[in-house]
């Protein structure tokens, strides 16, 4: 792997063992998957977490008096300040999150607390080279923008933005980014949870491959519709890129998605059924609700409008929480202009800067949660806590009757 003598230099520590860590790592990577060399990067997002281990990662950078030469977005932890009014942590888990934005202030990071950058907050260009970490945001930048990232780590991706480059393999290449299997789809798409569902069946069909979809009728899929799509995939299978012919901007024509290579016969056929089994096999609990979680990844406005339109008046069951997870600047907006207002009168609380798997949504578990996102039900349910998965529209009915029939 050749290294310019200004790499070489902060590899052997001549800037601080915070860069020289971050160079060690960049290093070991390149090394690792065949890179030939590094390249500059003009943007990183990092998927904090609010963890130990990323969390130490920063601070052991920080130590070693490293600061970032291109300001990262970062995915949320949790709102301190304001879910503590409504859930008990421990001491530690507040510390713990405490360190975790004092390292990333310290370090020089862009604290957006925003799991989908790629839609607001880091917008990056169609062929730009970018270390963004987050597995819906991977997909989104790769597929939707066109613009070049691996599947980065939340700690490669701090190491990029530390020293302002990333190793030059994966998708930044253009051989890595043509499809590599066809899928038909025979289905319409009717909203983001729809999406969401078609994403979740075919990553478990392509694993880590890059998928070609094929639509037999025009779909026209909005940025929540494609970030719900990526998510999913990356969710049942590790998909970081994808092409939808006609639609995303790499794959103008089939053809052209596969690099001019010849074209696959379908590995498979997706129809209007088949996504009903898929959503039958997701959805099997039935009962009393104790938690209706939206919001992984981040609503938008636009979805929070949609919520209130679907309540039409009608409030929670006062057994059931009901939490939307979006944008800060979404939640502004909606404080702004009155619609979070309106929405707490009915028994919905927003909250922005918040993830869905952190600790302070422990007092839910045992409980039976409802939710739009198969993402969120993985990542609940690893806390102990099962979830259903449903469209929006029967989240919003079960959240007034206080079960799920």
Known sequence: MFLTDEEKRLL???EGP???KAMEMLYALGLAFGAEKLIPIRRAHVALSGQEGDTYWCELLVQGGAKCAIPPTTNPYWDTDYLTKFFDVTREELDLAERTGDAYRRIGAK???????GLSSNVPFFGEHVAFSESSATPYVNSVIGARTNRESSISALAAAVIGKTPYYGYHLDENRYGDLLIKVDADMRDCYDWGILGYCIGRIAGSRNPVIQFKNKQTPRPEDFLYFGAECATSGAVAMYHMVGITPEAPTVEKAFGGRKVPSAEAVI???DLEEEEERLTAETGDINLVMLGCPHYTYDQMLEVERLFAGRKVN????????ADSHAVELAERSHLRQRLELLGVRMVGNTCIDEPCWKSFEGGLGLTDSPKCAYYRKRRGQPFAIRRLSECIEAAIKGRLD
């Open 12 to 14: 052997d520590g001549a």
């Open 271 to 273: 129809t209007a059924r």
């Open 318 to 325: 006062p057994n059931v929480a009901f939490w939307i997870l």
């Open 111 to 117: 604290l957006t607390y925003h799991c989908a950058p």
């Open 18 to 20: 915070g860069k020289q």
